[in-house]
């Protein structure tokens, strides 16, 4: 089926309290195991670039990739921009067929924040899609840019409410206490901060940093408006594992197909995994319904 924009599904998954999987892909095989996982478990998914994936295989390509695949699944399938910092590559996504973009002006003002949240809105509804806008700065290393845990600032809450009030978004990012990459520790999550958002914002929730988080945090977090969940270190780990796993047990062998078989088959156990654990599978019916 054609792509989806971000809303529709994940307005269903906060009403219904599960999360729509958010997975990030490195290339084509990995792209191909998300949305194959995703049929499988008859369950919608979420497809997200980072930026430096887009930029080395190409928006073009990316684009035509996630396309061709979607097009040959019955399940809801969003392709996403993650983290978008730079406009002008958000606005060729766009006008490339990306059903959804994240403008991340996180490390900016909050009236900057805004204001270029408000740019990106603005191409969004001319292409009918939604965004994903952040506000906060989340822990860890993304897109390059490392942000020390105890320097990583939450979300306040008036700002929130102003950024959910002011723009229409297909989700919302608060930085509540997780962090990109692998935890050095126990994550300390504002579950207070999460709640009085959850009681005074309609809009779904993202959350990031979801490699590593415990099934106890993951579950309450989903409870209360986290309808998006962000997987992206654990699936390169998955993916470079499949590699060195599979050489390791089978030195002498040289034949690349089966080296991307065996990564294709560590990636999806994974992509599977979550979106059972996350309460995706079986859920693409009630999208459909609602399309």
């Not at 403008?103 to 204001?115: G, M």
Request: with cysteine; glycine share 8%.
């Amino acid at each position: 089926m054609p792509l989806v924009t971000l809303r529709p599904l994940l307005n269903i998954a906060r009403d219904q309290q599960w999360s729509v999987g958010a997975f990030n892909p490195v290339d084509y095989c990995t792209t191909k195991v998300i949305i194959d996982a995703a049929t499988e478990l008859d369950a919608p998914v979420i497809a997200q670039t980072s930026m430096k994936t887009v930029k080395y295989w190409g928006i073009d390509v990316f684009a035509a990739w996630v396309a061709d695949l979607a097009e040959k699944t019955p399940v809801p399938v969003v392709l996403h921009l993650d983290h978008g910092k730079n406009l002008d590559i958000i606005k060729e996504c766009i006008d490339a067929g990306w059903s959804a973009v994240m403008i991340d002006a996180s490390d900016k003002p909050f009236d900057e924040n805004l204001a270029l949240t408000g740019k990106v809105q603005a191409w969004a509804e001319d292409a009918g899609i939604f965004i994903e806008a952040e506000l906060g700065a989340i822990g860890g290393v993304e897109e390059d840019i490392s942000v020390d845990e105890e320097d990583a600032r939450l979300a306040r809450i008036d700002q929130a409410v102003e950024m959910c009030e002011t723009y229409d978004l297909g989700v919302f990012a608060p930085a509540i206490g997780t962090a990109h990459g692998v935890y050095k520790g126990e994550p300390r999550i504002s579950f207070e901060r999460l709640e009085e958002m959850y009681r005074r914002l309609p809009v779904p929730f993202a959350l990031h940093g979801g490699t590593g988080l415990s099934d106890e945090i993951i579950q309450r977090c989903i409870t209360l408006g986290c309808s998006k969940i962000n997987i992206s270190t654990n699936l390169k780990y998955r993916f470079i594992d499949g590699f060195c796993t599979y050489h390791q047990d089978n030195p002498a062998d040289y034949e690349p197909l089966r080296v991307i078989d065996a990564q294709y088959a560590a990636v999806k156990a994974l992509v599977k995994e979550k979106i059972e654990q996350f309460g995706g599978a079986g859920r693409a019916g009630d999208i459909m319904s609602a399309l």
